[in-house]
């Protein structure tokens, strides 16, 4: 599985930005994509997921409220909007993906695939 990423780049607070995560290669059995993001000196931490079965979706409590997930499935695409943008928000994000069902869906470790990271960078 191969994961391409656009989007990201320079906002100020209160902003909008929009990232896609763009999968291909043998998707699929694909059971959920996802969103992470790291700061420097941070670990990598859960941004939002969706589970491509139930198309349900998971968002951190730092992100709910401002952040939307959505699915192009003609392009086996994952959106993150991301709209009212804190500084705090400033980080590589990283998309996800995973075959296996049975960790929760929040975790890092579970993801196998990953995409090369997009910098996405608020101002005050």
């Known amino acids: 599985v191969q994961l391409t990423e656009s989007g990201g780049g320079l906002a100020r607070a209160g902003a909008s930005l929009r990232l896609s995560c763009t999968a291909s290669?043998?998707?699929?059995?694909?059971?959920?994509m996802g969103w992470f993001r790291q700061a420097p000196g941070k670990e990598r931490e859960f941004v939002a997921a969706?589970?491509?079965?139930?198309?349900?979706?998971y968002y951190a409590d730092s992100v709910k409220g401002r952040f939307t997930l959505s699915r192009d499935n003609t392009k086996n695409t994952l959106v993150l909007q991301m709209d009212d943008l804190k500084p705090e928000d400033t980080a590589v994000y990283y998309c996800?993906?995973?075959?296996?069902?049975?960790?929760?869906?929040?975790?890092?470790?579970?993801?196998?695939?990953w995409g090369q990271g997009t910098q996405v960078t608020v101002s005050s």
């Open positions: 996800g993906h995973r075959f296996e069902g049975t960790q929760p869906i929040r975790s890092p470790e579970s993801y196998r695939y």
């Open positions: 290669g043998r998707t699929l059995s694909t059971f959920a």
């Open positions: 969706m589970n491509w079965i139930n198309e349900n979706t």
